[in-house]
């Protein structure tokens, strides 16, 4: 059940663990990346059929402190970062603060409606988590249930996560009567302190930074993909300041139709509700077609190639944690380019 105990505090450097005196329960996570670790190339590649998480609808730094629970402590940890490109030079996160505000056993739960990611595994830690939540720009806090597992083994030891958009509502952390659930169940929540809905929705959204933070490549092995300094000296090549995502590949050898488009790039705005927003973005391709979707939107923004860049708007609902996806097809070789994406509430 829930604990009221005082908190105490420790402070932690940004590159530093958590301490051993911080609550040791650990979670699970098989979030789909917001953002791509990069190599010098950027470049994703699989001969397998992407996961369903990786598929789109048409196919931090960090602090932690413990004001509640048997046990408490604050922690600072620092939001992860994509490895950089050869011209990678990321921007610094600024420092975020989450509070432990709810913890408890006996088939504890904490489900309020403002949820809006879940995943589910095995064993991370809450570094790992305030990580994650403060990556995604939009999430204010998580909470971590723990199933042990029922005594019969039919259901196994697993986690489930959730970010939430709203701030913590303690009538939704919710104890059972039972004193032996099966399976038993504890959970514990973290949120953000003194949390600022995001203004700037689509950053890194011209690779300015060099960088592929809040993108991820989900495409096939048909394909490579890497973040380019454009040439100034060739005309057309640059559209918006000095970089692009360029990903090329050969349509001819994808043989798998289940899916329409073998090359996806993505991007995870940092779109905070339901609103009306207007996309604007510039794709450039050699050959074949293009697509570009968004959360549950129902209009797309189609086109195909005319060695150009060409310049599309759409005015979309907001999606909470949904990407926007740049998908590319082609008959043979093509050589698609993605720059200049801007999002702006209307």
């Not at 530093?16 to 329960?25: D, E, F, N, R, V």
């Not at 950089?84 to 309020?112: E, L, R």
């Not at 759409?314 to 093509?334: D, H, L, M």
Request: hydrophobic share 30%.
């Amino acid at each position: 059940m829930i604990s009221k105990s005082s908190s105490v505090s420790l402070q932690v450097s940004s590159s530093a663990k958590l301490s051993t005196s911080t609550k040791s329960s650990t979670i699970s996570s098989q979030l789909p990346s917001s953002t791509k670790p990069t190599s010098s190339s950027a470049t994703s590649k699989s001969s397998a059929v992407p996961t369903s998480s990786s598929l789109s609808p048409a196919q931090s730094s960090s602090s932690t402190s413990s004001t509640n629970s048997k046990s408490s402590s604050s922690t600072t940890v620092s939001s992860s970062s994509p490895q950089p490109t050869s011209i990678c030079t990321p921007a610094p996160a600024p420092p975020v603060t989450f509070t432990q505000v709810g913890s408890g056993g006996q088939g504890c739960n904490y489900n309020d409606a403002s949820r809006y990611r879940q995943f589910s595994g095995v064993l991370k830690s809450i570094q790992t988590l305030n990580d994650i939540c403060a990556a995604d720009r939009i999430c204010r806090g998580w909470a971590e249930t723990a199933y042990l597992g029922t005594s019969n083994g039919n259901v196994p030891m697993h986690t489930d996560v959730w970010l939430f958009l709203g701030p913590y509502n303690a009538s939704e952390f919710i104890c059972s009567d039972d004193p032996a659930p099966d399976p038993y169940m504890s959970t514990s929540e973290y949120f953000i302190d003194d949390y600022t809905p995001p203004t700037v929705y689509d950053d890194n959204g011209s690779f300015e930074t060099g960088c592929f933070a809040h993108w991820t490549d989900s495409s096939y092995s048909v394909s490579n993909g890497s973040v380019v300094a454009c040439n100034k000296g060739l005309s057309g090549d640059c559209v918006d300041g000095n970089n692009y995502y360029e990903i090329k590949g050969d349509g001819s050898s994808f043989v798998n139709n289940q899916f329409a488009w073998p090359a996806t790039v993505s991007y995870l705005p940092a779109i905070p509700d339901s609103g009306s927003y207007k996309f604007s973005f510039w794709v450039k391709g050699t050959s074949g077609k293009f697509q570009v979707a968004y959360g549950a939107a129902t209009t797309f923004v189609t086109g195909m190639a005319t060695g150009q860049w060409v310049k599309k708007e759409i005015t979309w609902t907001g999606y909470p944690g949904k990407p926007i996806y740049f998908e590319f097809n082609a008959p043979g070789v093509f050589d698609w380019k993605v720059d200049g994406l801007t999002i702006v509430k209307v």
